[in-house]
């Protein structure tokens, strides 16, 4: 799960460019990508983002799950400790919207995007936000890391890893954290 | 944090290779990788993985901090939300080992490696066990995803993402989960 917020989507578009230019610049055993590669890499995984954060908001499941490569495995924010598989991942996103009356509202921060060749990831710290069934204000803050494949062209997220910390002396997850 | 034994890391190299051709064989930009390539780049990561375990392991503090990048950024299993730079993760690091009295127990499962170009990830499950401070027995299993870059030919940890599911019906970080 992961979701983006203009301002900082595009702070992260300037912050990317550098780091990317880093990645090409060292060690590589192959030649560098065009500079022209670099943006547009960066720019298609943003535009990912973008895609889902708009599924998501309004709890549009076939527009989310068509943003997941099949074989997609995710370590979510609820157990089990992982979901295997688009079907078994729909079933989670599903349960989870299923939660919210209305929209969802959702803040991204210190988002993190680097791409090589047909690889990618994303990761940052996102609020959601939202309205539970049973009229409760709802907002946490999770971390989350995200990889992406290309195929034919097209980017698909391969893997998810969606967390909130946990508190080992008292056992509890801490759902109260802001960045 | 990660870690591995020799059976599952054998079988995840053996599972490694088919997702990689995989990933250089569909919509790439750039010309494939020799195969060469493929092998060594996977078995860097697994190499990476090793030594990480065998510091962890030792309470190695200064040869698991060798493998970061000084720009790492953690979301570790306990909070806060992230770890920012390796002095840092270092001093996260630290304190986690500081619990443990003598060596600690590591087994991964479900491993899984891709590289494309200068950017890897690897992702599986952990179990981390040991005997506590205090005497008690510890055995839990986590998730974790970590991002690698190389540089100068030297591959280093740049994003760690390591957690337990959380039920957010209890307000409970779930630690007793089994793969």
Redesign the interface.
């Given at each position: 799960m992961r979701t983006t917020s203009f301002l900082p989507l595009l702070a992260a578009v300037l912050m990317a460019v550098p780091a990317r230019a880093q990645?090409?610049g060292?060690?590589?055993?192959?030649?560098p990508?065009a500079s022209r590669?670099s943006n547009s890499d960066e720019a298609a995984i943003h535009r990912w983002v973008d895609r889902w954060a708009k599924a998501f908001r309004a709890h549009d499941l076939d527009g989310i799950m068509a943003l997941y490569a099949p074989e997609v495995?995710a370590?979510?924010?609820?157990?089990?400790?992982?979901f295997s598989g688009r079907e078994a991942y729909r079933k989670d996103y599903s349960e989870f919207l299923a939660q919210y009356d209305g929209p969802i509202d959702l803040e991204i921060r210190?988002l993190?995007i680097?791409?090589?060749?047909?690889?990618?990831?994303a990761?940052g710290?996102e609020r959601i936000g939202g309205v539970l069934k049973d009229g409760q204000r709802s907002d946490v803050?999770v971390?989350f890391?995200s990889?992406f494949?290309?195929?034919?062209?097209?980017w698909l997220d391969?893997?998810d890893?969606v967390?909130?910390?946990?508190?080992?002396g008292t056992?509890?997850?801490?759902?109260d954290?802001?960045?």
């Open positions: 990645a090409q060292n060690g590589s055993s192959r030649p990508a590669d495995v370590y979510d924010v609820v157990p089990p400790l992982q210190e993190r680097l791409v090589d060749g047909n690889l990618a990831y990761a710290l803050w971390r890391t990889i494949r290309r195929r034919g062209g097209r391969i893997h890893h967390s909130v910390p946990a508190d080992f056992g509890k997850a801490v759902l954290l802001k960045p």
